[in-house]
């Protein structure tokens, strides 16, 4: 177990992330990327990225997560898995998110909000500190 006072699985969480991946468009990038939240209530929500021969249309698979859940209602967040590597390899390295990724997702969580990657669970707090208030 990565941690275990938590009120949910991180790593089933970070399997449901590496099988979502399988499922990423990134014929430009050939870089996959994976995503599972978890919503206050315990549902899952996953997400891959979305590439596009414009490049800057595409979106990340945090986004495509969080952009899901917060469609359908939910608006308070536990956690969210990342897995992302080279398409044909096994993700093993930590996937860190973008700096865009965590802006959009500090508009929605607090600090405590977990990041749950392969190496460690880390906060919002530690990935984004300082971050922007109007
Ligand atoms: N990507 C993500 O899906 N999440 C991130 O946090 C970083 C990058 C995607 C975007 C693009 O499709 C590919 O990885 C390479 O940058």
């Known amino acids: ?3 275990s006072d938590l009120t949910y699985n991180p790593e089933h969480l970070l399997q449901i992330a590496v ?3 399988k499922n990423a468009c990134c014929r430009y990038s050939g870089f996959a990327v994976g995503a599972a939240l978890i919503t206050e209530s315990g549902v899952i929500y996953t997400g891959c990225n979305i590439e596009n021969k414009s490049y800057p249309v595409g ?5 495509v997560a ?4 917060i469609s359908d209602g939910h608006r308070k967040f ?3 898995a990342i897995a992302g590597a ?5 993700p093993e390295k ?6 865009m990724c965590r802006q959009f997702i500090s508009e929605f969580c607090d600090d405590e909000f977990q990041i749950i990657l392969s190496d460690k669970i880390y ?3 530690e990935l984004f500190p300082l971050k922007f208030e109007i």
Do not use: D, H, V, W
């Open 86 to 90: 080279p398409e044909q390899q096994t």
């Open 19 to 21: 099988q979502a991946r």
């Open 94 to 99: 930590p996937c860190y998110p973008c700096g």
């Open 78 to 80: 536990k956690a969210i």
């Open 123 to 125: 906060t919002l707090q």
């Open 59 to 63: 979106i990340c698979a945090e986004r």
């Open 1 to 3: 177990m990565l941690n």
């Open 66 to 69: 969080f952009s899901k859940a």
